[in-house]
């Protein structure tokens, strides 16, 4: 990432060094650790999605795991269904194995949220909906939410 002042450059440092603490338990080895919120704090960013709301996502979705898959085949940290390649991926490639790329699972899932949320008019409730294929029920978006309040972070 690249910062217009050195002051952010400091607050980015602060957030993950908070979030890779937070996170040890789950992610013991400190180097991949890193890398993980490195690639989620740029995706998140790139897609203008709060990096906490997609660290509770990611929580939710998979719990962590890079191979997680799920009964309907969704895939990665973010549970990308294989579809996206198509939709997103842009090159027709069917090879889902792509989805288990730690930067291409997380700027899929970005994106894909980023998609839901300009679909439902900045709704986050109804995006989350979307994103986990139960628009309207509360269950899986109240479990983001919560999870997302273990991930907020105040500088300061």
Same mark, same amino acid.
């Given at each position: =990432?690249?910062?217009?002042?050195?002051?952010? &450059?400091?607050?980015?440092?602060?957030?993950?060094?908070?979030?890779?603490? &937070?996170?040890?338990?789950?992610?013991? $080895?400190?180097? +991949?650790?890193?890398?993980?919120?490195?690639?989620?704090?740029?995706?998140?960013?790139? +897609?203008?999605?709060?990096? +906490?709301?997609?660290?509770?996502?990611?929580?939710?979705?998979?719990?962590?795991?890079?191979?997680?898959?799920?009964?309907?085949?969704?895939?990665?940290?973010?549970?990308?269904? =294989?579809?996206?390649? &198509?939709?997103?991926?842009?090159?027709?490639?069917? $090879?889902?194995?792509?989805?288990?790329?730690?930067?291409?699972?997380?700027?899929?899932?970005?994106?894909?949220? &980023?998609?839901?949320?300009?679909?439902?008019?900045?709704?986050?409730?109804? /995006?989350?909906?979307?994103?986990?294929?139960?628009?309207?029920?509360?269950?899986? =978006?109240?479990?983001?939410?919560?999870?997302?309040?273990?991930?907020?972070?105040? /500088?300061?």
């Amino acid at each position: =990432p690249t910062f217009d002042s050195t002051e952010e &450059r400091l607050a980015y440092l602060r957030w993950l060094g908070a979030m890779s603490e &937070r996170l040890r338990r789950r992610k013991p $080895d400190r180097l +991949a650790r890193i890398e993980f919120l490195e690639t989620l704090w740029y995706e998140s960013r790139r +897609a203008g999605v709060d990096p +906490a709301l997609v660290l509770g996502l990611v929580q939710v979705e998979s719990g962590f795991r890079k191979y997680a898959v799920s009964v309907a085949g969704a895939r990665g940290y973010m549970q990308v269904m =294989p579809f996206w390649l &198509r939709v997103i991926g842009g090159s027709g490639d069917d $090879d889902v194995g792509r989805l288990f790329h730690l930067q291409t699972n997380l700027r899929f899932g970005c994106v894909i949220l &980023r998609h839901y949320l300009d679909r439902e008019g900045g709704d986050l409730f109804m /995006a989350l909906g979307r994103y986990n294929g139960s628009r309207g029920r509360a269950p899986y =978006p109240q479990l983001v939410f919560g999870a997302r309040r273990r991930w907020e972070y105040e /500088a300061g």
